[in-house]
């Protein structure tokens, strides 16, 4: 097992030695990095560079070795060759980076760090207090073990795209300061402490689907909950709607059970499209393709009351990872961000039950739908 603290050999090709090619693109990456302030340069770089070489960059990326369902490698760019897309080194790429190597001490005590703190998480019998970490705090812990300060930037982005750890929802501000939630998922890397182990955990996690966890069933219908959230958002705000139900006929087979894929997706993309055309109505708030839902949540949070602020913003960034979840399966480079996503809805990265993944998509936005009603509810 990896998760023992044992050392464990590794012969994975991830960590196979590089071709001069792929050298040459991590290279090119660990410079600009550490040049940027942390920052990873844009594809168009990698490009030009590569370019003034004779080499074509797509095809020198497409050469380095993926790893389970997430097609984890050293290298993270959704093979998204356009302009201004992002390409970065994971922690598999740094190890392989002279210059960036230096670093992963620092992303396994981030690793151990967010473990503990998931396992002596406090909490209350009838109260669920989510584990959220900020850098500000792991930058405190990282001083007292008497290490020189690090930049919020570094290990934002030390976590940033190694995304089969399976965080939850946070943010990052424009310093690189962040907060993240620690989900269960990362229990599996428990006692990681190498790159050889590290490889091996993701080995055993990518070699089976997460399990399905239970959800408490609504009583209220999808359908129900979206119409009758909708009557209480109009006595909040002037009579005004929320939603829009611009096909009735495709709002009512969201109470349909579906048997395919392609169903899955249908039911996926009108649920999606209803909650981002209200977002998109609202006047006020910050909106973004992580959090398509941002001017509702904004407008929420500024009328609850605010002990109900953590439960409206936990409701919300559940309906968040259905769109998120929604444009994955429509557009190839949002991939990760749909694994994420899934995760954080307990959907198996590659269904085989698409009747049990739509009754759990939508038993979870209904119940999110429902907390949204109450809090509302309470002030209307």
Not at 101 to 124: M, S, V
Not at 220 to 248: E, Q
Request: proline residues 6%.
């Amino acid at each position: 097992m990896a998760g023992n603290g044992l050392v464990v050999p590794n012969t994975h090709s991830l960590l196979a030695p590089l071709t001069d090619e792929q050298r040459l693109v991590v290279d090119l990456l660990a410079e600009a990095f550490l040049a940027d302030d942390y920052q990873w340069p844009f594809y168009d770089h990698i490009e030009r560079e590569l370019d003034r070489r004779d080499l074509d960059a797509q095809e020198i990326l497409l050469t380095f070795p993926t790893l389970g369902p997430w097609n984890y490698c050293a290298v993270h760019w959704n093979r998204n060759d356009s302009p201004e897309a992002e390409v970065a080194l994971t922690v598999v790429g740094m190890s392989h980076s002279p210059a960036l190597r230096n670093h992963l001490d620092i992303f396994f005590e981030l690793l151990a760090y967010l473990i503990t703190r998931r396992k002596e998480r406090p909490g209350q019998r009838r109260e669920v207090i989510t584990p959220m970490v900020t850098s500000e705090e792991f930058a405190k812990h990282w001083l007292s073990l008497r290490r020189s300060p690090l930049s919020p930037r570094l290990t934002m982005q030390l976590k940033e795209h190694d995304y089969p750890l399976g965080l939850g929802s946070g943010g990052s501000q424009e310093d690189g300061s962040w907060n993240v939630v620690v989900t269960r998922r990362l229990l599996a890397f428990a006692g990681v402490d190498s790159i050889d182990s590290y490889v091996a955990a993701l080995e055993e996690l990518g070699s089976s689907p997460p399990a399905t966890e239970p959800v408490l069933v609504s009583p209220f219908s999808l359908v129900g909950s979206l119409d009758f959230f909708n009557a209480v958002w109009a006595l909040t705000h002037n009579r005004t709607r929320l939603f829009n139900f611009v096909s009735a006929d495709r709002t009512t087979r969201l109470a349909w059970d579906i048997q395919t894929e392609d169903e899955f997706l249908s039911q996926l993309s009108t649920l999606a499209g209803i909650l981002r055309e209200a977002d998109k109505r609202l006047p006020n708030g910050k909106r973004s393709q992580l959090h398509p839902l941002g001017r509702i949540k904004a407008d929420l949070q500024a009328l609850v009351d605010p002990g109900s602020v953590a439960r409206v913003s936990e409701a919300i960034e559940t309906l968040e990872a259905i769109i998120v979840l929604r444009d994955a399966g429509q557009h190839p480079e949002a991939s990760d961000r749909g694994l994420r996503a899934a995760d954080r809805l307990g959907l198996p990265h590659q269904p085989r039950n698409w009747t049990g993944a739509w009754q759990r998509v939508s038993t979870l936005a209904t119940n999110a739908l429902n907390t949204l009603q109450e809090e509302l509810n309470a002030v209307a």
